[in-house]
C-alpha cells in the first residue's frame, strides 16, 4: 500500500521560510498531478499549489510569488518551498499526488506554524 509521507513544517516567524517535502513510499505509476492543500482551524482544506505531469503549475492568490512547489513524477516526490511567511499560512498542509484513474493519494499532514 503507497502510503505519503511528509517531512519539513514546523515553527517560524513571519518572514521566514520552510521547505515541505512529500515522498510517496512506493512507485506509483502514471502520475497526473501533485499538489499541496492546508487546513486552517475552522476553515475546509483548500488548495495552495499544484503541478501537473507536464510540468503546469497553479498556485492560490494568497501564496503566488511567496510558493514555489517542485516535484519529480518518477520518484514520487514533491515540495513546496514558502518564502515570506504570514502568520495567515499557518494550518495543516497535506500533500496530494492524483495518478491516471484517477486516485487521489494523500500524506498525513504536516503543521506549519507562523508566529513571533
Known amino acids: 500500500q503507497v502510503q505519503l509521507v511528509e517531512s519539513g513544517g514546523g515553527l517560524v516567524q513571519p518572514g521566514g521560510s520552510l521547505r515541505l517535502s512529500c515522498a510517496a513510499t512506493r512507485k506509483i505509476f502514471s502520475i497526473n498531478s501533485m499538489g499541496w492543500y492546508r487546513q486552517a482551524p475552522g476553515k475546509q482544506r483548500e488548495l495552495v499549489a499544484s503541478?501537473?505531469?507536464?510540468?503546469?503549475?497553479n498556485y492560490a492568490d494568497s501564496v503566488k510569488g511567496r510558493f514555489t512547489i517542485s516535484g519529480d513524477n518518477a520518484k514520487g516526490t514533491v515540495y513546496l518551498q514558502m518564502n515570506s511567511l504570514k502568520p495567515e499560512d499557518t494550518a495543516i498542509y497535506f500533500c496530494?499526488?492524483?495518478?491516471?484513474?484517477?486516485?487521489?493519494?494523500w500524506g498525513q499532514g504536516t503543521q506549519v506554524t507562523v508566529s513571533s
Open positions: 503541478i501537473t505531469s507536464a510540468g503546469r503549475t
Open positions: 496530494n499526488i492524483v495518478d491516471w484513474r484517477p486516485y487521489d493519494y
